[in-house]
């Protein structure tokens, strides 16, 4: 179940991964960040670039879904309908991350001689880009589910002339 309920789990062919990870790598680039990652809402891992060797990645994911899930319920109480930024400041380190439409997450971790703002600028530009591709993958999700649902569509006729020959 996802830490955002109702919010479907992504499923993310080659194609769009590849997109996503078009997009993490200029984010890396432009922001100067150590690590990009992007994290569907129920905490798994859909793309990253940058140094995650020293990071417990898994981990990572799940407690920014979860951390994301908790600010929801911290948004309801003071009467939002959701906060869609969280910043966490380090001695060395930073994270920024942002809620990207219901779907996706956008962790970009940095170091202190990178300009708050600048991090903020590219993952806005960012979440733009992400989101259209997040549009694209539900829709095929969409296509997927309606071919699944007429069990006859796989169907062909050579499967039908085979089926009644004698």
């Not at 984010?27 to 569907?40: K, P, T, Y």
């Not at 499967?159 to 020959?165: N, P």
Request: hydrophobic share 50%; charged share 25%.
């Amino acid at each position: 179940m996802s830490l955002r309920e109702g919010v479907p789990q992504l499923v993310v062919f080659d194609e769009e991964y590849q997109k996503f990870r078009q997009i993490l790598r200029l984010v890396h680039a432009e922001s100067r960040a150590s690590a990009v990652l992007l994290i569907g809402s129920s905490g798994q891992l859909i793309a990253d670039w940058g140094d995650t060797a020293d990071l417990d990645v898994d981990s990572f994911c799940s407690l920014t879904a979860a951390n994301i899930a908790a600010t929801a319920t911290l948004a309801s109480l003071v009467g939002e309908e959701d906060f869609t930024l969280l910043f966490h400041q380090g001695k060395e380190d930073s994270i920024h991350i942002s809620l990207i439409g219901e779907q996706v997450i956008l962790a970009v971790i940095f170091g202190k001689a990178v300009p708050l703002g600048l991090v903020r600028l590219r993952v806005r530009k960012a979440g733009l880009i992400i989101q259209k591709v997040v549009d694209l993958v539900l829709s095929r999700m969409k296509l997927e589910d309606r071919l699944d649902m007429n069990p006859l569509c796989e169907i062909t006729e050579q499967d039908i002339d085979e089926l009644f020959s004698f």
